[in-house]
């Protein structure tokens, strides 16, 4: 029997934004299926999030916004993995992108998935696995 390979997520809180309850469903929901999870804390820059997710060669980054910066960070981010040559990692985003526009530009601009609030866990949590895949 071919075993699976463990799927590993970067999850990160760029800026200032503080409020880290959704992100840490995310993770336990991610644990609790198998997933590996890294998670860098608040307050980490973009810079930051890009070289720890190259040093764990993890396969899915997901970034949780919910200050409004969203389409200043998430380039800023994929500029950044591109920069260090891991511009092939798939990056999540999630939080607070209430602008179905702003959704839509940001997976435009390179990111792999962009989830409203509304989305449920479940579907997150598959979505990422079938990222890494």
Known sequence: MKRRRV???LLGKPGLDGHDRGIKILAQALKDVGVEVIYTGLHQSVAQ???TAVQEDVDVIGVSILSGAHMTLVPELLGQLNALGAGDK???VGGFI???DDRAQLEAVGA???FDQDVPIT???ST???LAD
């Open 7 to 9: 799927v590993r997520v």
């Open 90 to 92: 798939k990056v999540v």
């Open 98 to 100: 209430p602008d179905r």
């Open 49 to 51: 999030i890009a070289l």
């Open 123 to 125: 579907e997150t949590v």
């Open 128 to 130: 990422i696995i079938s």
């Open 112 to 114: 792999a998935k962009v």
